[in-house]
């Protein structure tokens, strides 16, 4: 039965439903044993890191209900899944009861509801009182509801959903290790981790309109008033609004926005810039330019770059756009569907470390292969490829697949099921125009 949004108690159904369908033998399976060894012995910090990326991107190549209310209650189950994740991460055994009693806590404290969040008493042996955890829960509701319903942006607002999304679930995660490390929530900890994601969500919204100055059209009053508009549902307030409006109205230049971002913050903006680009649909040189000054300036070397440009692309619902542009219809469409939402994960990841340990090789591969880097731009632009292009653009991936060992698995049998996900992964900077801009960059500074 199709929750009610109106109802007081949707939110407790829901978390209701996420217990029920939730495996408890399926976190610790999924993480390395490293991480799931340290996060036994208290050390969440990495293997949350982790389950945050990975709860973050689009699996799905379509779905039977793409109504708000259906995405807006899919998001939300990902929220409760780490919750739950974060608990069997920390070794401690699986209870229904537990895991609610957990869920309402760590939401009620990322929701800035402290008083209810510390009246749910997670330290107790057998959990906190009913009616403090639905008081928690009725509380928590609305506030989601305010700030993620109905999911997306406007028309030409900014590409503010995904990244406010992410900081939330951020949050989240740093309330719920709390919790683990030392069994209950501290209100000193709770404060400090509000502080970071207010300042990390302005600093988001910042971040955004100051990369459409950029490299879009200056908005029309209106557009701007709608802009500022959106920061209501950031849950920001009093000083915090009015600061995130300021900053939004006047942004500062990439370089001096990188420069007042705390260090922890960096490669998060980084990512939420490169996904906004894609989101956006911003044209590629000023866009990619204004990210480019944001890098240097931040300090993060190409490895990271390569790390948000491989994770924006991940949690970028276009798969289904990739498949249609360089794979085929038919048989395979079932065969991709579930291979993807099986393996995403190892995917990525795999993708990820092999970009980044083997950046010079597939940069040179990709540029030797002049043709496929020509298709894959085209591609990445929305443009149709033909039936034989599409075959080129098969045969080559394959070829730079066995030639970078750690992309093997897409040489293997049943591997090019997947070489369109792999085409839609490969970093930007691996197109041809970021060839030329290196090019262009190069001779400048032999000029000097």
Same mark, same amino acid.
């Given at each position: 039965?199709?929750?009610?949004?109106?109802?007081?108690?949707?939110?407790?159904?829901?978390?209701?439903?996420?217990?029920?369908?939730?495996?408890?033998?399926?976190?610790?399976?999924?993480?390395?044993?490293?991480?799931?060894?340290?996060?036994?012995?208290?050390?969440?910090?990495?293997?949350?890191?982790?389950?945050?990326?990975?709860?973050?991107?689009?699996?799905?190549?379509?779905?039977?209900?793409?109504?708000?209310?259906?995405?807006?209650?899919?998001?939300?189950?990902?929220?409760?899944?780490?919750?739950?994740?974060?608990?069997?991460?920390?070794?401690?055994?699986?209870?229904?009861?537990?895991?609610?009693?957990?869920?309402?806590?760590?939401?009620?404290?990322?929701?800035?509801?402290?008083? =209810? /969040? *510390? !009246?749910?008493? @997670?330290?107790?042996?057998?959990?906190?009182?009913?009616?403090?955890?639905? +008081?928690? #829960? &009725? %509380?928590?509701?609305?506030?989601?509801?305010?700030?993620?319903?109905?999911?997306?942006?406007?028309?030409?607002?900014?590409?503010?959903?995904?990244?406010?999304?992410?900081?939330?679930?951020?949050?989240?995660?740093?309330?719920?290790?709390?919790?683990?490390?030392?069994?209950?929530?501290?209100?000193?900890?709770?404060?400090?981790?509000?502080?970071?994601?207010?300042?990390?969500?302005?600093?988001?919204?910042?971040?955004?309109?100051?990369?459409?100055?950029?490299?879009?059209?200056?908005?029309?009053?209106?557009?701007?008033?709608?802009?500022?508009?959106?920061?209501?549902?950031?849950?920001?307030?009093?000083?915090?609004?009015?600061?995130?409006?300021?900053?939004?109205?006047?942004?500062?230049?990439?370089?001096? =926005? /990188? *420069? !007042?971002?705390? @260090?922890?913050?960096?490669?998060?903006?980084?990512?939420?810039?490169?996904? +906004?680009? #894609? &989101? %956006?649909?911003?044209?590629?040189?000023?866009?990619?330019?204004?990210?480019?000054?944001?890098?240097?300036?931040?300090?993060?070397?190409?490895?990271?770059?390569?790390?948000?440009?491989?994770?924006?692309?991940?949690?970028?619902?276009?798969?289904?756009?990739?498949?249609?542009?360089?794979?085929?219809?038919?048989?395979?469409?079932?065969?991709?569907?579930?291979?993807?939402?099986?393996?995403?994960?190892?995917?990525?990841?795999?993708?990820?470390?092999?970009?980044?340990?083997?950046?010079?090789?597939?940069?040179?591969?990709?540029?030797?292969?002049?043709?496929?880097?020509?298709?894959?731009?085209?591609?990445?632009?929305?443009?149709?490829?033909?039936?034989?292009?599409?075959?080129?653009?098969?045969?080559?991936? =394959?070829? *730079? !697949?066995?030639?970078?060992?750690?992309?093997?698995?897409?040489?293997?049998?049943?591997?090019?099921?997947? #070489?369109?996900?792999?085409?839609?992964?490969?970093?930007?900077?691996?197109?041809?125009?970021?060839?030329?801009?290196?090019?262009?960059?190069?001779?400048?500074?032999?000029?000097?």
């Amino acid at each position: 039965m199709p929750l009610d949004l109106d109802s007081k108690d949707w939110l407790s159904d829901l978390l209701d439903e996420a217990l029920e369908r939730f495996d408890p033998e399926v976190a610790p399976a999924w993480l390395p044993a490293g991480l799931v060894a340290a996060g036994a012995s208290k050390d969440l910090a990495p293997g949350a890191r982790m389950l945050v990326a990975r709860s973050l991107r689009h699996r799905r190549l379509d779905t039977d209900d793409d109504s708000p209310e259906a995405a807006f209650l899919r998001e939300l189950g990902g929220d409760l899944t780490l919750v739950f994740d974060l608990a069997r991460l920390a070794g401690e055994p699986w209870l229904r009861h537990r895991g609610r009693v957990e869920a309402s806590a760590a939401l009620a404290g990322a929701l800035d509801e402290h008083p =209810l /969040a *510390l !009246a749910v008493d @997670a330290s107790r042996p057998l959990g906190g009182a009913p009616h403090d955890i639905e +008081a928690a #829960l &009725r %509380a928590a509701g609305p506030k989601l509801k305010a700030r993620f319903f109905p999911p997306g942006d406007p028309i030409d607002g900014l590409p503010l959903h995904p990244g406010a999304r992410a900081s939330f679930r951020r949050h989240l995660s740093r309330v719920a290790m709390g919790l683990h490390r030392t069994g209950l929530l501290e209100p000193e900890a709770l404060v400090r981790h509000r502080a970071f994601a207010e300042q990390e969500r302005t600093l988001l919204a910042e971040a955004l309109a100051s990369l459409l100055k950029a490299a879009a059209p200056p908005p029309g009053e209106q557009l701007a008033v709608l802009r500022r508009r959106q920061l209501g549902r950031l849950g920001l307030k009093g000083a915090r609004l009015r600061d995130a409006r300021q900053a939004v109205a006047a942004p500062r230049t990439a370089g001096a =926005l /990188a *420069l !007042a971002t705390p @260090a922890r913050m960096r490669p998060f903006l980084l990512e939420q810039l490169l996904l +906004a680009q #894609l &989101r %956006a649909g911003l044209t590629a040189e000023p866009a990619a330019e204004f990210i480019e000054t944001f890098r240097d300036a931040a300090g993060l070397d190409a490895q990271a770059l390569v790390a948000a440009q491989v994770e924006a692309a991940a949690q970028h619902d276009d798969h289904l756009a990739w498949f249609k542009a360089v794979g085929g219809p038919g048989s395979e469409w079932q065969q991709l569907a579930e291979a993807w939402e099986e393996t995403s994960d190892e995917v990525v990841e795999r993708i990820g470390d092999a970009v980044a340990t083997n950046y010079d090789a597939l940069t040179e591969a990709l540029h030797d292969a002049g043709e496929l880097g020509q298709l894959l731009a085209r591609a990445a632009g929305g443009a149709p490829l033909d039936a034989a292009e599409k075959r080129k653009v098969k045969e080559q991936l =394959l070829d *730079l !697949a066995k030639a970078v060992p750690a992309l093997a698995v897409f040489a293997a049998p049943g591997g090019m099921l997947l #070489l369109p996900l792999l085409a839609k992964l490969l970093p930007f900077s691996l197109l041809p125009g970021a060839w030329e801009r290196a090019r262009e960059r190069a001779r400048l500074q032999g000029r000097r």
